[in-house]
């Protein structure tokens, strides 16, 4: 059973995460469109002053994108590592808005925001300006799918129970997407950014005015903030409106809770406005009313009631013991001796299915469950009132926006194998940890370690990006010898995964082979790069370095070839699950055995070009950088990523992450994945944005494609970010 | 359809930023040697 104090700190880590994070993105929502105005205006009028104003607020924006991309990065992976069980359940459904975010809004905001900073010199005034603007809508792209994802937490439409995969399954990704809170949600949290981005750049502006500084700056910036932020107002006060509106509709125990009210009165509905809610008493101390005014929130009524705690206590109680039928049906339906009756009463009460799975907590059985275990269940169905009631009363308008924007470079796992995304990440907790401080250090530090003109401040942010490039690649090695040798977890009865090894389990030997084999490709890469962008001096040394990594790597990835066909247990399935069969991943029977890692190379003699591309690229890559032929020796050292990635898809297939305390639960390619469904969303999704991503791209290398001389880093210091 | 609402409103609200600055412009004398003869 899970420890409570470990939910509650898990709790309390993402919480602080979620506020973190969301100091600086309703900051950059606002201040990318201001930045579009002043740079429309700077095209009009042709006016240097406009241009200042959008290199002076965009570094400011710069700033805060940096951090945003931060936080972000961290939520994403505490989904999988503090909510594993979460991720597994809904991945389905939730996985595809955060991977379409990846595909659709991610590539747009960082592939154009770097050509925002630094393209002033390239492109035409109005080439810079569809930059911004599509920096612009990225950033709010950005919004728009994590408040979908968001949205559905909140009124899960669209999805179904499935009793044989034990997880929520999209059936209709048009209802997840136009589901009304996801819209309402959206343009709230949006408009408040807008809001608070014109704030920030009216107050600095302000601040010059008062001081008398740079007045025409001062005052047209001023000027479009205000115009920006009026406009934005409005809609936060309509869409405001309209959020309570559907609060009031689809979540009536969170309204209830914000408001504090306790008992359901006979309508019109009282707002109360102070007071000191008090959960053991149920009533709230020394409350000031304002009459009708909830009423007006949550219905737009006078005449209707709006529901207090204590009923809505009194209809999850019935929905706990519906819960208790419905979970007790399904135990019978997934051992396979359930009557029509069984699954009849369970097609009827699996909507209440959730409200049972809360006795889980006090009770393994749940059938078994006391009045006095009902009881403290319905409990857990009230938030905390006291700090809702109050946090609505503090922070106002970004109520709702808790979890917007955040990046998904592991959405696209998530949403199409939501299994191996909830048991990965919590297994190799301390792991990801380590991957995602480093990660860190890369955003911040290119963006400010040229900030300072001092060679320390600039010296320290240099050490941390290194540290924040190399540690990911030696983790995802390490990780990957132990996904060799197989991760010790399995799943329970509702398909929980449980980890049961130790972070210091992870570095053995054969898997920090790996870690060498992945950090020397990266290195070799990197050096290949570094020796056709630059000039003389710095292009020698990367030669050395080519060659260097490339040795090293040509010997570790022997050596880990030799070992993993001797010394390793390999994964074989004996009995697979029927074809066409749902995704449930313990449906199969699984053995380890000696050498079964070589199995496909013998089965499809062809894969093994994949290890032989990895080896021959890296001495083509080694010869041409000799050479001078600095292109090939990049195009070779691509060639040894591609060989050495498929090595380790082929020696693994169709494993994705197998199971050493139970091999029958190990997660296969077909058996982890999501619905179909989901699948073919995630299909649709990536033909229309990957070729618009790869053209986008393209241009982007194009534009600012050249050989980087000292003369031109030397002008360009302060630029740079 | 609140998406489309805000297509439309995001628009809107750029146009408002933009109206108002170059009204301003217009209107005021903002830098010395751009508003020769004119007084703010």
Known sequence: ?721 | MWYFTWILGVLLALSFGIINVMWLENETCLDDETCEGRKD
């Open chain 1, 1 to 721: 059973m899970l420890d409570p104090d470990f939910v509650e700190l898990s709790r309390w880590q993402f919480a602080i995460t979620v506020l973190y994070h969301f100091i600086f993105v309703p900051l950059t929502l606002g201040l990318t469109w201001i930045l579009v105005i002043m740079e429309s205006v700077y095209v009009m009028t042709g006016k240097q002053v406009y241009k200042d104003m959008v290199k002076f607020w965009g570094k400011l924006f710069g700033i805060n994108f940096a951090l945003g991309v931060t936080t972000g990065l961290t939520m994403e992976f505490q989904f999988g590592t503090n909510w594993a069980y979460y991720s597994h359940y809904v991945g389905d459904v939730f996985g595809a808005p955060l991977a379409i975010e990846g595909l659709m809004a991610f590539f747009l905001e960082s592939t154009f925001v770097g050509m925002f900073f630094l393209g002033w010199e390239r492109l035409s005034k109005r080439q810079h300006l569809v930059v911004t603007f599509l920096t612009a809508l990225g950033t709010n792209l950005s919004a728009l799918w994590i408040l979908v994802a968001n949205g559905w937490m909140q009124n899960p439409v669209g999805a179904e129970f499935n009793v044989e995969t034990m997880r929520m399954e999209m059936t209709s990704f048009a209802q997840v997407f136009f589901n009304p809170v996801a819209q309402v949600k959206f343009i709230h949290t949006v408009s408040a950014g807008y809001v608070a981005g014109s704030m920030f750049v009216a107050g600095i502006s302000a601040y010059y005015l008062l001081k008398g500084r740079d007045l025409g700056f001062a005052r047209r910036s001023m000027a479009v903030a205000l115009g920006f932020g009026l406009a934005s107002i409005c809609s936060v006060i309509v869409l405001g409106d309209e959020s309570g509106y559907e609060a009031g509709e689809v979540q009536k125990m969170k309204l209830a809770s914000i408001e504090a009210e306790w008992d359901t009165e006979p309508p019109p509905a009282a707002f109360t406005l102070v007071g000191a809610p008090d959960r053991e008493a149920m009533e709230t101390h020394g409350a000031i009313k304002i009459p009708y005014v909830l009423g007006l929130i949550a219905k737009r009524a006078i005449d209707e009631e709006v529901p207090g705690i204590k009923d809505l206590m009194e209809q999850n109680k019935q929905r706990i013991r519906n819960g208790i039928l419905a979970y007790g049906a399904m135990q019978k339906i997934r051992a396979g001796n359930a009557s029509e009756a069984d699954r009849k009463l369970f097609e009827v009460y699996k909507k209440d299915l959730g409200y049972g799975l809360l006795l889980k907590r006090y009770t393994d059985k749940v059938v078994d469950a006391t009045e006095a275990q009902i009881d403290q269940a319905a409990n857990d169905t009230v938030p905390g009132v006291g700090p809702l009631f109050w946090s609505f009363r503090t922070v106002g308008p970004h109520w709702d926006g808790n979890q917007v924007w955040f990046i998904t470079a592991g959405g696209a796992v998530f949403a199409a194998w939501p299994a191996v995304y909830a048991a990965s990440f919590s297994g190799f907790y301390f792991a990801m940890m380590l991957v995602l401080f480093a990660l860190f250090l890369r955003p911040v530090g290119f963006d400010y370690r040229s900030k300072l003109d001092n060679p320390q401040w600039r010296n320290s942010w240099d050490w941390g990006l290194l540290v924040g490039s190399a540690v990911p690649p030696l983790v995802f090695g390490i990780a990957f010898g132990n996904l060799f040798q197989g991760a010790p977890f399995h799943y329970d009865d509702i398909m929980r995964p449980w980890y049961t090894g130790s972070f210091f389990g992870l570095l053995n030997p054969f898997a920090l082979l790996v870690g060498v084999v992945s950090l020397s490709m990266i290195v070799l890469h990197g050096a290949a790069f570094l020796q056709l962008r630059t000039e003389k001096l710095i292009s020698d040394r990367a030669q050395g370095a080519v060659t260097k990594a490339g040795l090293v790597y040509i010997v570790a990835f022997a050596l880990a070839g030799i070992w993993l066909a001797l010394g390793i247990d390999g994964f074989e399935i004996v009995r697979d699950r029927p074809h066409g069969a749902l995704p449930v991943p313990v449906g199969k029977e699984v053995v380890m055995a000696s050498s079964a890692w070589l199995h496909n190379y013998r089965q499809y003699p062809i894969t093994i070009l994949a290890p032989l591309v990895g080896f021959g690229g890296a001495v083509l890559a080694i010869l041409f950088s000799r050479a001078g032929r600095a292109g090939w020796a990049f195009f070779s050292s691509a060639l040894v990523q591609l060989g050495t990635i498929f090595t380790a898809g082929v020696s693994m297939f169709p494993f994705v992450m197998p199971s050493s305390t139970n091999p029958n639960h190990s997660l296969t390619m077909w058996d982890a994945t999501s619905s179909h469904l989901t699948l073919n969303v995630m299909f649709i999704a990536a033909v229309i944005f990957v070729p618009i991503i790869i053209s986008y791209t393209t241009w982007n290398f194009w534009k600012m494609w050249r050989v980087v001389t000292v003369k031109e880093i030397e002008e360009q210091s302060h630029l740079a970010y």
